[in-house]
């Protein structure tokens, strides 16, 4: 994240305005313009990729797929849908040794011809999954909840069938359930023919539903649900789509899960290039003529040239938001706090041709995609070198309404699995003023052990980022792979000198099941530890290695059986300048240490820690040279660290923020 400014610091040069179309702006695929040739153009071998392959019941191609890294401390739960027949929706749990042991997928019929985007009411049982599909009455879509406790299956037909089917997003911080998705239009509970539809006489409409308690009703068990509906306009719940293994594209929406609030949703029409949408959901006075009685405030965030068209969206851990394209490009927006300005970066990879990116899984410090068509799972580490954007804010119409869902017993399947594990080839490079790649070829890869169809995995589609592993891990679907329904991972070994923004560490690094501090060979590499002098293999002996598992992460700073985590910021502060640091701690973060070093030994800092209410609950005593404060808020929220230049000279600085939690 960039350090935080307040807005009047923050100068913005030659700021691009935006303005509002007044009609539906059709879209024109431009080819993207490359920022420049790759460079340190390298070929790559060996990463090993571990992949599941789940028995088809009729159904296949797996595509949205998201990770429940919250209900476990052993191992992240994926979740995952299948695009194809009778859908279903999958929960595939890893063994504890994730290239050797045994796993479980249990899976829920849909009752749905098709299913856009999967996601999981955020919580510690890892109990309900959200999923967007198409009924089998070739008329409507619907939202569907699978409650994996009971067994049941809540179905809320809520709009007409159209050409794709958003992503999903839930938040759940004010203590309810809040699912947010997309559409062109959300009709009323009684009849199709009386849609609610974006407005400025355009398609595009973000829901939010809130479930309620079931109820018994002529006989039947429904689920009411109160839906609030923005019409928001620009082509919000559908996105520019080409002929693809990946195809039907899934339209993005999300919110930030630190802040619950704003809403975030890609405006494919908005502009020549498209925008994203930020909902504030607070209700605003209606414009006088409008007839409406409710309303909301949108900003609308302008991209730039060589971005166009955007698609999936999610929100990275530092709370800049990231995205994909339709012309095969990766963007940030990074929103300056109470002002209309905001920085945006757009990334663009290496061809054959025009990518067909169908996810994007930000991860702190690095970027997760995958490129359908190319058969690429790939990192991107971006380099921020941003243009600002401005903001052009509309008063929306909101409309509240109250729908039924039905609520039916279902009987899961579950079916034990073992790991295969391949070895695939990819290549590196860098591109001046973007940032660097490293993508894997998962089609080219060898199977090596294990059980499961030797047919190689083609058409990646959903992709999201391992929690319980360290910066560089992630799981994908695999759209083809001889008729079964494939899950892969892959970790990519990132230096631990590299500099990142964020990393995540890992207290498991052969992944083995057994945790470092009880493992007597941590790397695995069948030389017991009290024989290996160089645990991490960096060529540093660990008598003189500060951090010996190589997750880039000082030992000082890390607690055996705990996860940790760490930003990382520099730059210069003039006499009295600051930066501030979002920082968000959960019930279960039981310390942040904040770590400030100036370039000058006798430069005074300073640090304070500050409550969402701007209460200062920690003040440092001004220190030279170096400041560490240490901390554990009593209340779970979203914290500010702010490091202070407290002299009266310019200095250089550097910081370091370690979160460090317990397992879940």
Sequence with gaps: MFPRFACTRFHFAGAVSATVPLALTVFAATAAAQVSDPTNFKVTTGTVLTE???????????????????????????????????????????????????????????????TGGVRLRHSDDGRFAFVNVTTTDFVNEALVAIDTKDNS????????????????????????????????????????????????????????????????????????????????GFGVGTCLDAPSDGSPCIPGITVDRRRGHPIF????????????GEIDPTPVRCPVLSGYSTCAKVRHWPLPAGAGAPRQIRVDDMGR????????????????????????TVHDP????????????????????????????????????????????????????????????????TQPIYPRVAVAGGQDYDKSGDGSYTETFISSAVMQSGTGSPAPSTSPTGMEADGNCRTGGFFYGVGLSGGMNRIGHLEVR????????????????DHDGIDDQNDDDVDGDAIANAFDTDNDNDGVPDVLDKDKNGDGIDDDYQTPGNHETERQDNGQMVPGDFREYEVSYDPHTVLLTAIVEADTLTAPLSVQIIDASGNVVLSAPTTLGKAIVTSTPTLPGLYTVRVMNAGVTAIGYKTKLITSQVPY
């Design 265 to 276: 949703v890609a405006e494919p029409d908005f502009g020549p290039n498209g925008a994203i």
């Design 350 to 413: 290496v061809g054959p041709g025009v990518e067909f990116l169908f996810a994007v899984a930000p991860a702190g410090g690095v970027v997760g995609y995958t490129d359908t068509d190319n058969n690429k799972v790939s990192l991107l580490f971006p380099q921020m070198n941003g243009q600002p954007v401005t903001a052009t804010t509309t008063i929306v119409p909101v409309m509240k309404k109250t729908i039924f869902g039905s609520r039916e017993s279902i009987t899961p399947v």
């Design 153 to 232: 299956r809540i179905t809320w037909a809520d709009r007409p069938i159209s050409d794709q089917m958003s992503d999903v997003t839930v938040d759940t911080r004010d203590g309810g359930w809040n699912v947010f998705t997309a559409a062109p239009a959300y009709c009323s509970p009684t009849s199709v023919s009386a849609c609610d539809t974006g407005d400025f006489a355009q398609p595009g409409v973000v829901q939010r539903l809130r479930p309620g308690v079931p109820q018994l009703m002529n006989g039947q068990w429904v689920v009411p649900a109160e839906v609030t509906r923005f019409n928001v």
């Design 321 to 344: 938001l990231w995205g994909i394209t339709s012309l095969g490009t990766l963007f940030s927006l990074e929103i300056i706090r109470n002002c209309d300005k905001a920085i945006v």
């Design 494 to 509: 990132i230096d631990k000198h590299r500099q990142l923004e964020w990393r995540k560490g890992d207290n498991d690094r």
């Design 52 to 114: 599941w392959d789940l028995n088809s019941m009729g159904d296949f191609v797996p595509g949205a797929l998201t990770v429940d890294d919250r209900s476990s401390s052993k191992k992240s739960k994926v979740w995952f849908v299948t695009r194809g027949g009778t859908v279903r929706l999958y929960r595939l749990t890893p063994g504890l040794n994730m290239k050797k042991d045994g796993a479980s997928a249990t899976s829920w019929d849909l009752n749905a011809l098709l």
